[in-house]
């Protein structure tokens, strides 16, 4: 059973910049596509975007498509989401999870990590 582990939140001011990274101490994180995910105050989790196990593939949610970029680097078991150009509305817990596949954001999670907090806000 993978134990996700995401790092990287933290308060930012509109307009800057995070990465949030995501891994998994058991070293299996390479077979599968990893999603991030994003849960704001009073609101759904929606899928965010997501990599297929060998980063051929990637996928965007529209509200951050041109701001958010996903990759992963499979020697150091670690799945990136570096966030650009951020907004107020892009403040939520960020969750990493492992997904049978990208076909889609929002369906064919396995497992989920337990969330890093990031909050834009001046």
């Known amino acids: 059973q993978l134990q996700l582990v995401e790092s990287g939140g933290g308060l930012v001011q509109p307009g800057g910049s995070l990465r949030l990274s995501c891994t998994d101490s058991g070293f299996t994180l390479n077979y599968y596509a990893i999603g991030w995910f994003r849960q704001a105050p009073g609101k759904e989790r929606e899928g965010v975007s997501c990599?297929?196990?060998?980063?051929?593939?990637?996928n965007y949610a529209d509200s951050v498509k041109g701001r958010f970029i996903i990759s992963r680097d499979n020697a150091k078991n670690t799945v990136y989401l570096q966030m650009n150009s951020l907004k107020p509305d892009d403040t939520a817990v960020y969750y990493c999870?492992?997904?049978?596949?990208?076909?889609?954001?929002?369906?064919?999670?396995?497992?989920w990590g337990k969330g890093t907090l990031v909050t834009v806000s001046s």
């Open positions: 990599i297929s196990p060998w980063g051929s593939s990637t």
């Open positions: 999870a492992a997904k049978s596949s990208c076909t889609t954001l929002a369906t064919g999670v396995i497992y």
